[in-house]
């Protein structure tokens, strides 16, 4: 076997360290030969049991005992951090945080995120008495990591907080994003109100950072704009879904490229645009395509609402299924108002995965039956230029 530098972290970690168990203290040994003839880059000898390894996206060797989790410098074989409070970790439990090099790492009673790199903690569970962490979310255009989470039963309120992600501090906690904000109801239809206010302490938020003042989240019970700086609400806004009072779905808020007023927020087959100031709806009522709203382009000339297969039991309107395959409609949004520029949306074979703008056209990517299908839109007049999608695979 040839000899292989510790660089080369896409190779098995077998071939660039050589791992030991031995109760007594741990450090790399100086380089040595093996009896294959290959030279070992370092060695190092842990503190128990090895469970597992792993090399994480910053670069940084994760090395999992009964004894504690540990990070490694693959360059030195050096162990730089220790944490004993998370040994024996299954390799389930250590996974790393969407949207940023930071990892977690779980077992009950305990969620800690951290920097792989320095084992510096930049969220601990502990710290709020959470018994449950249902959204972390990484916000990088101010360098905060956002939590929600629950306490145990007579622990107190779900809380949301606001974490520096270099230095670990908690900026702010709000334990009142879940409060009901319309009147209390009697009868069934508070029994109603508890019951959605309880799963929404339970799901997971949406969350846009809308500016360096402002942060939007979606809960079950609507749309809360908080302060960024303090985390106390600034205003709120209730989603006007096809049938009113029920909770919507498959909820999405995309940042204005070119109006700074405004955030756009995608809901079920719907598409609203509210005003950042005061969570005012800047459109009177919300267009519509057929399928859910998978995302949205924003061109010049229009906003592309971009559809979605849903499953066919979840599937409303006029729904039409070839091939085992829930058909879809696009459409196209005017900024001003909301009203679309196709009297119509226009039919497509199953979910528009992305819109690539070339000039006034967009060149659409179509999902279905296993297969990617393209054609062109006209934006201005939300027209297909292809009469038959091409297959490309």
């Known amino acids: 076997m040839a000899a292989v530098s510790a660089r080369r972290m896409l190779l098995p970690l077998s071939l660039v360290i050589a791992v030991h168990t031995a109760a007594g203290a741990q450090g790399a040994a100086p380089t040595q030969t093996t009896p294959s003839g290959a030279t070992a880059a370092w060695t190092l000898r842990m503190k128990g049991d090895i469970r597992w390894q792993q090399v994480t996206p910053a670069g940084a060797l994760l090395v999992s005992t009964d004894a504690a989790l540990s990070g490694v410098d693959i360059e030195r074989g050096q162990v730089t951090w220790e944490k004993p409070e998370l040994g024996g970790l299954p390799p389930d439990s250590v996974r790393m945080v969407e949207g940023s090099l930071l990892m977690e790492a779980a077992r009950p009673g305990l969620l800690l995120i951290f920097d792989p790199v320095t084992g510096s903690v930049v969220f601990d569970s502990r710290r709020l008495n959470l018994a449950q962490i249902v959204t972390r979310r990484v916000l990088p255009q101010s360098g905060t990591l956002l939590v929600h989470g629950r306490r145990a039963p007579g622990g107190g309120p779900p ?75 600034r205003w709120s806004a209730t989603l006007p879904t096809a049938r009113a009072g029920n909770p919507a779905r498959h909820v999405r808020l995309y940042p204005s490229l070119d109006k700074t007023d405004r955030v756009y927020v995608s809901f079920d087959d719907r598409l609203m645009a509210y005003r950042l100031a005061d969570g005012q709806a800047l459109w009177t009522k919300p267009p519509t395509i057929e399928g859910w709203v998978h995302g949205i382009v924003q061109h010049p000339s229009g906003i592309i609402i971009l559809p979605e297969s849903p499953p066919a039991n979840q599937a409303t309107g006029n729904v039409r299924i070839i091939n085992g395959v829930v058909q879809t409609g696009l459409n196209v949004a005017r900024y001003e108002d909301g009203t679309t520029i196709a009297d119509k949306p226009l039919r497509m074979r199953g979910t528009v995965t992305d819109a690539m703008i070339a000039g006034g056209s967009a060149v659409l990517a179509v999902d279905a039956e296993s297969r990617t299908f393209v054609n062109v839109l006209d934006v201005a007049t939300a027209t297909l230029r292809l009469k038959k999608d091409v297959k490309i695979k």
Do not use: C
């Open 159 to 233: 809380v949301v907080a606001l974490y520096d992600l270099a230095t670990g501090a908690q900026r702010w906690a709000n334990e009142a994003l879940f409060e009901q904000t319309e009147p209390q109801k009697k009868g069934l239809g508070g029994l109603m109100q508890r019951l959605v206010t309880a799963a929404s302490e339970a799901t997971a938020l949406e969350v846009l950072q809308a500016g360096p003042d402002m942060i939007v989240v979606h809960t079950l019970t609507g749309l809360r704009a908080l302060d960024a700086r303090t985390g106390a609400m």
